[in-house]
């Protein structure tokens, strides 16, 4: 009996000493367990919660989605916890912008930067003598070179450098004085009664090494009738020579005769009663850009091309009635914002040597080149001086740059980013009134480029005070467009003749 006691107990002992540590896996999860909430009743009806859904448990962008309703703010958040946010050890140099991905990170790279991580400068090859480029320069951020293009009418010479162009007249481009002619002719040919009214032959003459002008040495006599409304001189004339101190003679304000063939691109706009109120550029054969507020002076226009003095008929001016106007539609005659228009021309201009439009340029050209010179030069028929008479031969001026914080500086009234200023702040020279619309041109090289139109100023040539120009570069696209827009539409008409009144558009 002992025996079997023992041999129990002996069992007893070895099942106490014997049972696995360890529970199964069913088992160990009966022990300190969790609800889990996303299967509870009702869940689904539950708005979205951040941490509910992904914090205490693994969410799936679908319940991502539906916290953040919103597809950006969920892109955003799913990059970063699906595997963590790769910018957070700021991977993008150079200021570049890291934005996070799944597997990935993306840099936003500054201007002039480039490569995976913005690691890479991009050469500056255009800000460097522009490339040796004659005209426009663009770099080519794969290949990492200068690439030249050239002004309409223009081909990019041999060396891919230089702009070469078989257009006897093309735009920007002043003959040399020995190809030009100061002769003026004095005669009294009937003028046709087609279109505008005028119609003024031109006349090209060459010369030799001595230049010669023929000036009136009578009185001059006013006469309404004129076809420049001024003065029609008398027809006898003397033969002076033309000294290089002559040319300085002061006109603008304190500016200098601009000779025939100089400013070939000036245009001058006469009012019904034959009196020239504002300037303008050619841009083409069609087109001469001015600005809006010359628009409203006049009942009716008239464009006067090729003219030097407007006492004395030279024979090579051009008369042109004007098909259409164009102002800027966001154009404010309060403050002068947006004072550009365009003028169509009824017919096409003849270009001569005295008859050329300047060239427009890119807009990264014009402020990165052009306006970057010391000097622009205008050019007009305005007053001589605030106040004064109308010059009535055609003035020249070179007008240095004006640094936009002085130019701020020196007004009250607001510069906006469209306008730049030019002038001299301690010496009396300027545009002036009547010398509006007209052209400020630069050159680059040999070739001369539209940079502004004459636009407004706090009188003439006063002390600290600046001319005050409509800045082109910012307006191309709209030139483009303007001129474009109306070509394509005159196609559908069949005006030849000016029209009675002409229309204004705002485009």
Same mark, same amino acid.
């Given at each position: 009996?002992?025996?079997?006691?023992?041999?129990?107990? =002996?069992?007893?002992?070895?099942?106490?000493?014997?049972?696995?540590?360890?529970?199964?896996?069913?088992?160990?999860?009966?022990?300190?367990?969790?609800?889990?909430?996303?299967?509870?009743?009702?869940?689904?009806?539950?708005?979205?919660?951040?941490?509910?859904? =992904?914090?205490?448990?693994?969410?799936?962008?679908?319940?991502?989605?539906?916290?953040?309703?919103?597809?950006?703010?969920?892109?955003? +958040?799913?990059?970063?916890?699906?595997?963590?946010?790769?910018?957070?050890?700021?991977?993008?140099?150079?200021?570049?912008?890291?934005?996070?991905?799944?597997?990935?990170?993306?840099?936003? =790279?500054?201007?002039?930067?480039?490569?995976?991580?913005?690691?890479? %400068?991009?050469?500056?090859? =255009?800000?460097?003598?522009?490339? &040796?480029?004659?005209?426009?320069?663009?770099?080519?951020?794969?290949?990492?070179?200068?690439?030249?293009?050239?002004?309409?009418?223009?081909?990019?010479?041999?060396?891919?450098?230089?702009?070469?162009?078989?257009?006897?007249?093309? @735009?920007?481009?002043?003959?040399?004085?020995?190809?030009?002619?100061?002769?003026?002719? $004095?005669?009294?040919?009937?003028?046709?009664?087609?279109?505008?009214? +005028?119609?003024?032959?031109? %006349?090209?003459?060459?010369?030799?090494?001595?230049?010669?002008?023929?000036?009136?040495?009578?009185?001059?006599?006013?006469?309404?009738?004129?076809? /420049?409304?001024?003065?029609?001189?008398?027809?006898?004339?003397?033969?002076?020579?033309?000294?290089?101190?002559?040319?300085?003679?002061?006109?603008?304000?304190?500016?200098?005769?601009?000779?025939?063939?100089?400013?070939?691109?000036?245009?001058?706009?006469?009012?019904?009663?034959?009196?020239? +109120?504002?300037?303008?550029?050619?841009?083409?054969?069609?087109?001469?850009?001015?600005?809006?507020?010359?628009?409203?002076?006049?009942?009716?226009?008239?464009?006067?091309?090729?003219?030097?003095?407007?006492?004395?008929?030279?024979?090579?001016?051009?008369?042109?009635?004007?098909?259409?106007?164009?102002?800027?539609?966001?154009?404010?005659?309060?403050?002068?914002?947006?004072?550009?228009?365009?003028?169509?021309?009824?017919?096409?201009?003849? +270009?001569?040597?005295?008859?050329?439009?300047?060239?427009?340029?890119?807009?990264?050209?014009?402020?990165?080149?052009?306006?970057?010179?010391?000097?622009?030069?205008?050019?007009? /028929?305005?007053?001589?001086?605030?106040?004064?008479?109308?010059?009535?031969?055609?003035?020249?001026?070179?007008? #240095?740059?004006?640094?936009?914080?002085?130019?701020?500086?020196?007004?009250? /009234?607001?510069?906006?980013?469209?306008?730049?200023?030019?002038?001299?702040?301690?010496?009396?020279?300027?545009?002036?009134?009547?010398?509006?619309?007209? #052209? $400020?041109?630069?050159?680059?090289?040999?070739?001369? /480029?539209?940079?502004?139109?004459?636009?407004?100023?706090?009188? @003439? &040539?006063?002390?600290?005070?600046?001319?005050?120009?409509?800045?082109?570069?910012?307006?191309?696209?709209?030139?483009?467009?303007?001129?474009?827009?109306?070509?394509?539409?005159?196609?559908?008409?069949?005006?030849?003749?000016?029209?009675? $009144?002409?229309?204004?558009?705002?485009?």
């Amino acid at each position: 009996m002992f025996w079997v006691f023992r041999t129990f107990l =002996c069992l007893l002992l070895a099942h106490c000493v014997t049972p696995e540590v360890f529970l199964q896996t069913k088992d160990a999860n009966q022990v300190l367990t969790r609800p889990r909430r996303a299967n509870s009743m009702f869940e689904e009806l539950k708005k979205g919660d951040m941490e509910r859904e =992904c914090l205490e448990e693994r969410c799936n962008y679908e319940e991502a989605r539906e916290i953040f309703e919103n597809d950006k703010k969920t892109i955003e +958040f799913w990059n970063v916890y699906y595997d963590g946010d790769a910018c957070i050890s700021q991977p993008c140099v150079n200021n570049g912008v890291c934005k996070d991905g799944i597997g990935r990170y993306t840099c936003f =790279c500054p201007e002039l930067f480039q490569g995976y991580n913005c690691e890479i %400068a991009i050469p500056q090859l =255009c800000e460097v003598n522009n490339g &040796a480029c004659e005209h426009f320069c663009k770099v080519d951020q794969k290949k990492g070179t200068a690439v030249c293009s050239c002004a309409k009418g223009y081909n990019l010479a041999a060396d891919r450098k230089s702009c070469t162009s078989n257009d006897p007249f093309k @735009c920007g481009y002043v003959f040399p004085k020995s190809t030009r002619s100061n002769l003026k002719i $004095h005669n009294t040919e009937n003028v046709t009664d087609e279109d505008s009214g +005028f119609d003024i032959g031109t %006349a090209d003459t060459t010369e030799g090494n001595t230049t010669t002008a023929k000036k009136p040495v009578t009185n001059h006599t006013v006469d309404t009738n004129s076809i /420049f409304g001024l003065i029609e001189p008398i027809p006898t004339v003397m033969e002076e020579p033309v000294l290089p101190e002559s040319a300085g003679d002061t006109r603008i304000v304190n500016g200098e005769d601009c000779p025939p063939g100089e400013c070939p691109w000036q245009a001058l706009l006469m009012n019904e009663d034959k009196i020239g +109120f504002c300037g303008g550029t050619i841009l083409n054969e069609y087109f001469v850009l001015s600005a809006a507020h010359c628009m409203n002076l006049s009942r009716s226009i008239t464009v006067i091309l090729g003219e030097t003095d407007m006492l004395v008929r030279e024979g090579r001016e051009a008369v042109h009635a004007v098909e259409q106007v164009l102002v800027h539609m966001n154009y404010q005659p309060e403050t002068y914002h947006n004072d550009i228009a365009l003028i169509k021309l009824v017919k096409p201009i003849t +270009f001569t040597k005295y008859i050329v439009p300047a060239c427009i340029p890119e807009r990264d050209f014009a402020e990165r080149v052009l306006m970057q010179q010391e000097e622009g030069m205008v050019s007009g /028929f305005g007053r001589l001086h605030e106040g004064g008479l109308q010059a009535t031969y055609l003035q020249r001026l070179t007008v #240095p740059y004006i640094d936009r914080s002085i130019c701020r500086e020196s007004t009250k /009234f607001n510069i906006s980013p469209r306008m730049f200023c030019a002038g001299y702040g301690r010496e009396e020279k300027d545009a002036c009134q009547g010398d509006s619309g007209g #052209p $400020h041109v630069t050159r680059y090289k040999n070739t001369w /480029f539209v940079t502004g139109v004459v636009s407004w100023g706090e009188g @003439c &040539a006063r002390k600290d005070k600046y001319g005050v120009y409509t800045q082109v570069s910012k307006y191309l696209k709209w030139i483009e467009s303007v001129m474009e827009q109306v070509i394509a539409e005159s196609k559908f008409r069949n005006k030849r003749r000016a029209p009675r $009144h002409v229309p204004v558009i705002r485009l």
